[in-house]
Nanobody
Framework: QVQLVESGGGLVQPGGSLGLSCAAS????????MGWYRQAPGKQREMVAQ???????NYADSVKGRFTISRDNAKNTVYLQMNSLKPEDTAVYYC??????????WGQGTQVTVSS
């Protein structure tokens, strides 16, 4: 059973930075897709960023130029560096991983709050 453990959420002021990480355990196969999603109160979950094992990256338009996704295949870990944070980035952030192009496993979520 694959488990994803997230860390790095918290409270940050507008314009600040925060880094998230998500490590997978229990995976016996190579993980292809890794990504981050978020869900704000009253809104649907939305894709933030995703990266394939081959390095193909996709960002939501709202975070382009501010967020950076990266991964360490040896550690089965995905990272999200968030810079120039805005109040509208406030949400629960979820990591997701999958063996193919889709996501088979989800983290428990970590709260990110951007507020002064």
């Amino acid at each position: 059973q694959v488990q994803l453990v997230e860390s790095g959420g918290g409270l940050v002021q507008p314009g600040g930075s925060l880094g998230l990480s998500c490590a997978a355990s229990g995976s016996g196969l190579s993980i292809n897709a890794m990504g981050w999603y978020r869900q704000a109160p009253g809104k649907q979950r939305e894709m933030v960023a995703q990266v394939t094992r081959g390095g193909r990256i996709n960002y939501a338009d709202s975070v382009k130029g501010r967020f950076t996704i990266s991964r360490d295949n040896a550690k089965n870990t995905v990272y999200l560096q968030m810079n120039s944070l805005k109040p509208e980035d406030t949400a629960v952030y979820y990591c997701a991983m999958g063996y193919g192009l889709g996501f088979d496993f989800w983290g428990q979520g970590t709260q990110v709050t951007v507020s002064s």
